[in-house]
């Protein structure tokens, strides 16, 4: 029951936030130099085709009827439609073809990431001041010292030019093949998960060592318990809190990471939609994608608390 | 000061920081006068050059000296996200400490308002601005101010709070010291060591966004030499001179490589439970 | 009562056991040249100031120190067995078995993560591990446990997490699931100094009651003199690292022969009358890193002469089992 209502509160809030920034959105592209007619159309443009292109648009009317009216579309899933980048085709069906795809490579670099960084982390945790952990920790600061879309062509240079053994460019989307998905997905993945990965395996060093540090391991150990079975259910376990709660805060840089990567390898995504939009000043393009990748971030958000709450009996249920 | 650097100095993490740092600003403040090139004359027998002894990142598709460029780009990219974390700085924590000291709905306003921006990706943020605004120099800095605005703000206000009921700022408050010189003499003194380590981190984190927004043409537009401008350069005949991209990449990696030792040796020295563990 | 088992041998006997720490380059002596024996069944109380090496002489025992700790003893022998040869198998295997610790502080020796039933049902596994444990069901000696120590309904806060109970109610919990896995030894540290002083005499009153139907030896560590003289058989006194005087709980109390085990005594008497102003004992303990060459208490003392400051005290028996470190008994 409590715990129902927290995640109803949650939910509420999600929508609440999603509003309001639908609407700072709409207003800083509404704040946008220039006339998105005249950037479509052209300076020369016959005065009826712009009226014409007006109405369609929904931008002939003052701004907060254009944004009821836009929002009344986005909310039945409707985006209006694209001004420059695929002329007159609804934004939402660009965005149902390009988002699995978008979230296929998140979900892939998450997983990379933390396979990584549980054993980095761990390794460096538990050899602490030792080779295992300087090579672990030495990584980490490595990986965050490396722009993703850099790693990207370090990565096509050796595992596609020179070894041969992925693809340099293209994607196959998941719904045409999950292994083709699998494989092209592979490098542009890794490369989103590399500073990903040295975050959290920073964070899960710092975390066990904390927790490995605190009285009730040595209470775990006076009931003599072997010290694997306390690492796992003492340790570990409370060690995966802090974790949990850092990959929840890191969505935003793996997202903004999709973003350019996607233009790299030539996957068809959200991200790429977006850089397109921004290079042909495609508003209704730009603003929508902005609107998804807040609602991305919000959702995995709340699903981050949800798995929180679970795993810490303190969190309000 | 002295007695920080000393210290610094003594963690074998920010010894190496400030090394390669050290190293990094010498590069780019002199190294381009010491070079024998300059980052604009076209060399046309020297097209496309591998590294080597007289050009050791190569030449690019002009037969620029890539190195020389990469100093002057670097000395640009570095600019500009210092110019625009000391921005965001500058509103953030102002901002943040005004939460913190006033409460209600003032704090209630400015962090929901940082919630909302931290709810995007911060390169979709970036990206969104330069939309708005247009590509280019100014804008770029602007855009990573606004990613780290919140990050400033909110850091600022949960340190803040956790000092504001100390002895020594309630014994000026009774003192009747004006709340200006509270905030600004006893409290933002007192939290000033994370709020450094945050720009270390985030100055290499600007760097990366410059470069990322550049790098697609959104950002810094050539002829200026940022390095991201350097690298999407270099990504246009990548097959054939792959050095002019990678080398550049490796040039941010090495100075970020040290910011990022810097922020870890500076939040070992001002973590007490990290301290502690160090001792034992 | 110790007359009665005197003439066994012990349960445990400690001899020239010492603990340091490294410390960056130098070794830091935490507890030195200890000699300690227990019998069964009996109750011995060490008492001394904080930083005066008591818990880590508990620690030591139980071998839960941490790696940058070194013990070295001549014996420290446990059922007729030595344990500082064993390896930290065979030593780990004893703990929860056949020894067991309460803590000082009770909301920290939980898992915050998991609920007490949680616990509980982990304790008695290991419990069950003993060979003479086969066929009981600790289970529901577990729950009686939990309702002698004051716990009215145990299902009931078995499903809560150690934050949803105060730090009284976790401490009678860990008392319980320590006293169900019946240990031959128990070893209390300061169970009672992080609650409030009515749960305090709850604490110490269910120490007093358990005693008996425990069979176990309990050594009980703390600072107050006066909690340990009604519930131990015998003190033994810890200053600085080392034992200054051991003895009988009644015979110390009343004619205590160490100068630093009477100042003790007459602070914890100021404290129970409530007098306005402490007489404390003047002075600090030294720090583990300089020691003084002759007695280390002589620079508190008050009958301190010049021949104290020169060679440490002699170890003095003056019963059989009455023993103090003073020059003045020499």
């Known amino acids: 029951m409590a715990w129902t209502r927290f995640v109803a509160g949650r939910l509420l809030a999600l929508v609440l936030t999603v509003l309001v920034g639908s609407v700072v959105v709409f207003l800083v592209m509404k704040s946008a130099p220039g006339d998105p007619a005249v950037a479509a159309l052209g300076e020369s443009a016959r005065p009826e085709l712009v009226a014409v292109f007006r109405a369609k648009h929904n931008l002939d009317v003052a701004w907060p009827l254009q944004y009821g009216r836009w929002l009344s579309g986005v909310v039945q899933g409707d985006f209006g439609l694209s001004l420059t980048v695929a002329s007159d085709r609804k934004i939402s069906s660009l965005i149902a073809a390009r988002l699995p795809n978008t979230i296929f490579i998140g979900l892939m670099a998450l997983s990379i990431a933390v396979v990584l960084s549980l054993i980095a982390g761990t390794i460096a945790a538990l050899r602490r001041g030792k080779l295992g952990d300087t090579i672990a920790t030495s990584l980490a600061a490595l990986g965050i010292s490396m722009p993703d879309f850099w790693l990207s062509y370090v990565l096509i240079l ?7 053994l992925f693809p340099a460019y293209g994607f196959i989307a998941p719904g045409q093949s999950m292994s083709g998905a699998l494989y092209s997905g592979f490098l542009p993945a890794l490369a989103v998960s590399a500073p990903l990965a040295a975050v959290f395996a920073r964070t899960l060093r710092t975390a066990l060592l904390e927790a490995g540090n605190k009285d009730y391991v040595v209470a775990a150990r006076s009931f003599g318990f072997r010290p694997a079975y306390i690492f796992v259910h003492w340790v570990f376990r409370n060690a995966l809190i802090p974790y949990i709660t850092i990959i929840g805060l890191q969505i935003r840089y793996i997202l903004g990471g999709v973003v350019v990567i996607e233009r790299i390898f030539g996957v068809s995504g959200i991200g790429s939609l977006m850089v397109d939009g921004a290079f042909a ?7 929508a994608c902005a609107v998804v990748f807040l609602v991305i971030v919000l959702s995995v958000n709340l699903v981050v608390d949800v798995i929180c709450s679970l795993l810490d009996p303190k969190r309000a249920r | 000061m002295a007695a920080v650097l000393r210290s610094l100095w003594n963690n074998r993490t920010a010894r190496a920081g400030l090394l390669i740092v050290g190293l990094f600003l010498l590069a780019i403040s002199v190294g381009g006068a010491l070079m024998p090139y300059s980052a604009t004359d076209m060399d046309f027998v020297n097209l496309l050059m591998p590294p080597d002894w007289t050009h050791p990142f190569g030449t690019d598709s002009f037969g620029r000296d890539v190195l020389t460029r990469v100093l ?47 709810a995007f990706p911060s390169f979709v943020l970036a990206l969104f601005l330069m939309v708005v605004l247009g590509f280019g120099v100014t804008n770029v800095m602007l855009a990573i101010t606004l990613v780290y605005v919140p990050i400033f703000a909110r850091l600022t206000r949960n340190l803040a709070l956790t000092v504001r009921e100390e002895a020594y700022v309630q014994a000026a408050r009774l003192m009747g010291q004006s709340t200006a010189r509270i905030l600004g003499r006893e409290i933002l003194p007192n939290i ?61 990696s090495f100075g970020l490589l040290g910011l990022n030792l810097l922020g870890d040796g500076l939040r070992d020295l001002t973590d007490p439970k990290l301290r502690e563990r160090t001792t034992s | 009562m110790s007359a009665a ?39 011995l109380g060490i008492i001394g100031e904080s930083g005066s090496g008591k818990s880590v002489t508990g620690l030591s025992l139980l071998g839960l120190l941490p790696a940058h700790a070194t013990v070295t003893a001549d014996h420290l022998s446990f059922a007729g067995r030595e344990l500082l040869p064993l390896g930290e198998e065979d030593f780990r295997r004893l703990r929860g078995t056949h020894l067991a610790m309460v803590f000082q502080d009770p909301v920290g020796a939980f898992n915050p993560a998991k609920s007490i039933g949680w616990h509980l049902d982990r304790i008695i596994a290991r419990a069950a591990t003993r060979e003479d444990r086969q066929g009981i069901d600790l289970t529901q000696s577990a729950h009686r446990w939990l309702t002698d120590v004051g716990i009215a309904h145990p299902e009931r806060i078995l499903p809560l997490y150690p934050h949803q109970l105060s730090g009284g109610m976790l401490q009678r919990t860990l008392i319980a699931l320590s006293a169900a896995l019946q240990p031959d030894l128990l070893i209390a540290d300061e169970p009672t100094t992080n609650l409030d002083n009515i749960v305090e005499r709850q604490i110490i009153g269910l120490f007093r009651r358990l005693k008996d139907k425990l069979g176990s030896a309990i050594i009980f560590i703390t600072h107050d003199i006066s909690l340990a003289v009604g519930l131990c058989d015998r003190i033994a006194v810890m200053y600085a690292g080392e034992i200054v005087e051991t003895g009988p709980a009644e015979v110390l109390f009343k004619s205590p022969t160490h100068p630093y085990t009477a100042g003790l005594i007459e602070t914890s008497r100021q404290l129970d009358e409530r007098v306005g102003r402490l007489k404390e004992i003047p002075g600090e303990l030294p720090s583990g890193l300089h020691r003084p060459d002759g007695c280390l208490f002589a620079p508190r003392c008050g009958y301190v002469t010049d021949a104290c400051r020169t060679s440490p005290p002699p170890n003095v028996t003056l019963a059989p089992n009455h023993s103090v470190r003073c020059i003045r008994h020499g």
């Open chain 2, 72 to 118: 002057l780009g670097g000395r640009v990219s570095l600019a500009i996200s210092v110019i625009g974390v000391a921005l965001a700085a500058m509103i953030g924590i102002p901002a943040g400490l005004a939460a913190a000291w006033y409460g209600g709905w003032i704090d209630q306003l400015l962090m929901r308002f940082a919630d909302l921006l931290f």
């Open chain 2, 192 to 252: 000033m060591a994370p709020i450094m380590v945050q720009a270390s981190i985030s100055i290499a984190f600007g760097v990366i966004i410059e470069a990322g927004l550049s790098f697609l043409g959104l950002g810094v537009q050539p002829p200026t030499p940022s390095l991201g401008v350097i690298m999407a350069d270099g990504r246009e005949y990548f097959n054939q001179g792959p050095w002019v991209l990678t080398l550049t990449g490796l040039f941010i």
């Open chain 3, 5 to 43: 088992v005197v003439n066994e041998a012990p349960l445990l006997m400690v001899r020239n056991l010492s603990t340091r720490f490294r410390m960056g380059s130098v070794d830091m002596m935490a507890v030195r040249g200890i000699d300690l024996e227990i019998q069964r069944r009996e109750v």
């Open chain 1, 158 to 164: 050796v595992f596609a030019l020179g070894l041969g």
């Open chain 1, 281 to 287: 000043r495609d508003y209704p393009v730009v603003q």
